[in-house]
Nanobody, 124 residues
Framework: VQLVESGGGLVQAGGSLRLSCAAS????????MGWFRQAPGKEREFVAA????????HYADSVKGRFTISRDNAKNTVYLQMSSLQPEDTAVYYC??????????????????WGQGTRVTVSS
């Protein structure tokens, strides 16, 4: 199984980025998917999750209204559209796959599959 994130980079405060996570080696449409992030010196934290059937999404309070998670099951890809970025959004962003949506939204620890991360830096 491979989860490969892309789309990170350097952006000014107030700007936007779209992250992508391309999955292979698994039945993508069966897995709830999530985005997590880890800022320098901090623990990894939950950002957003989407159910396998796209019927449910969940966001951390810190990104609600600014970030949007989506997925394209035909392309085996999950996205994170990030808008109104702030310096505190600076982190390495990871995508993850898990068997259960509830597990994705309640833990940032041991999940079934993780990507390698993509770095997002927001300058003030």
């Amino acid at each position: 199984v491979q989860l490969v994130e892309s789309g990170g980079g350097l952006v000014q405060a107030g700007g936007s980025l779209r992250l992508s996570c391309a999955a292979s080696g698994l039945t993508f449409s069966s897995y709830p998917m999530g985005w997590f992030r880890q800022a320098p010196g901090k623990e990894r934290e939950f950002v957003a999750a989407i159910s396998s059937s796209v019927t449910s999404t969940h966001y951390a309070d810190s990104v609600k209204g600014r970030f949007t998670i989506s997925r394209d099951n035909a392309k085996n890809t999950v996205y994170l559209q990030m808008s109104s970025l702030q310096p505190e959004d600076t982190a390495v962003y990871y995508c993850a796959a898990e068997d259960y949506f509830a597990v994705l939204v309640t833990t940032s620890g041991e999940l079934k599959y993780w990507g390698q991360g993509t770095r997002v830096t927001v300058s003030s």
